[in-house]
């Protein structure tokens, strides 16, 4: 992570923005007396409040560890023609 004072996040800040949200990095500023901080776009944040969400969810994180188990042991869902038919339909 990049890291700049806060007095160059100040004298730059269009630029540090648009780096910001083009490339997907945050950006830690610091300062002198008090505590340091992040910029993330808002796309990333919410992004990562998501992932946060689906971590915290024990009951999701079961179900998709059983897929994953599912999944790897070949035992997954396999549609008849009927519904592949309706699925290709679409």
């Given amino acids: 992570m990049e890291t700049v004072s806060v007095n160059q996040f ?3 800040l269009k630029s540090f923005v648009e780096k910001v949200i083009s490339t997907h ?3 830690k500023v610091t300062r ?6 992040v910029i ?5 944040w919410e992004r990562e409040q998501e992932t946060l969400y689906v971590l915290q ?3 999701l994180m ?3 560890a059983q897929s ?3 999944h790897n042991s070949d035992r997954g869902y396999t549609p008849n023609q009927e519904q592949l038919n309706e ?3 679409f």
């Fill in 10 to 12: 100040r004298d730059n």
């Fill in 25 to 27: 990095s945050p950006l």
């Fill in 32 to 37: 002198r007396s008090g505590d340091d901080f």
């Fill in 40 to 44: 993330v776009s808002a796309d990333d």
């Fill in 57 to 59: 969810n024990k009951n």
């Fill in 62 to 64: 079961q179900q998709i």
């Fill in 68 to 70: 994953l188990s599912t």
């Fill in 87 to 89: 699925i290709s339909s």
